[in-house]
């Protein structure tokens, strides 16, 4: 049999096209949403431990997520101060907008302030341009509001994108994920299942993940990471870890002479 006659003329040429601007577009998409990857725990706590919050062998990194708001973060405020514990806090722009005064009520604490972005959407949703404005305005207001510019960036549910990380990059923001949450968000969650969920993953070096604040979760969620929040903290002391913020997280322990 002879071969079938191929395909030549405009036809072909723009089958061609459509191909090659095909296989662009699937790239320039695997490009923009390869960092997503990062999203899986065990994954990147091998090959990014920075990224998973990995830090100081001593030492746990307590962060909160979703806040400032005044229903909920002053309970968090006076749970933390009872044992002299300070944290990262990872705040939404509009709710630090909106309570300012929570803000630097925060850093007057000793806690750290951090942007947790604009809009609390899948960075591999948006554009570069858009992901930019949205850190930069966090960013600034951060700053405006407590008097510090923020070190750190964690994107919405821990998903990255190429145009986040160029944004933070941009905007001197370290993005920085955790080795351990609590699943504190769900409706079926309580300070037992909380506790037992960070327990799982609880290691020295590890960076923790609750949230203050139920703007983005099942309404009064938030009580279940509150309630967690003692034992958890008596688990770390018991074990000899130190509890602090990311900024102590990174920084090697002063050794003396």
Do not use: K, N
């Amino acid at each position: 049999m002879s071969d079938p006659p191929r395909a030549s003329g405009p036809r072909a040429s723009g089958s061609q096209a459509a191909a090659v601007a095909l296989t662009a577009a699937a790239a320039v998409a695997v490009a923009h949403a390869g960092p997503a990857l990062a999203s899986w725990p065990a994954l990147r706590a091998r090959l990014l431990p920075g990224l998973a919050g990995i830090g100081r062998a001593d030492h746990v990194a307590l962060t909160f997520d979703d806040g400032p708001d005044p229903a909920s973060t002053p309970h968090f405020l006076e749970a933390l101060a009872a044992t002299g514990t300070r944290a990262t806090f990872f705040v939404l722009g509009p709710m630090l907008a909106r309570a300012p005064g929570l803000g630097r009520e925060l850093v007057a604490a000793g806690h750290e302030v951090a942007v947790h972005g604009w809009e609390h959407r899948y960075t591999t949703f948006r554009t570069p341009w858009a992901l930019a404005d949205d850190l930069a305005r966090s960013r600034d207001l951060v700053t405006d509001v407590t008097g510090r510019s923020p070190l750190f960036f964690r994107p919405p549910y821990g998903v990255l994108s190429a145009g986040a990380l160029t944004a933070a990059r941009r905007l001197g923001l370290r993005p920085v994920l955790w080795t351990a949450w609590g699943r504190d968000w769900t409706r079926r969650a309580t300070p037992a299942t909380v506790l037992a969920t960070v327990r799982r993953d609880l290691a020295g070096g590890g960076t923790v993940l609750l949230h203050d604040c139920d703007c983005t979760s099942a309404p009064l969620s938030w009580r279940s990471a509150l309630g967690a929040l003692p034992a958890l903290l008596d688990d770390c002391a018991a074990r000899g870890l130190r509890v602090g913020p990311l900024a102590e997280h990174f920084t090697p322990p002063a050794t003396t002479r």
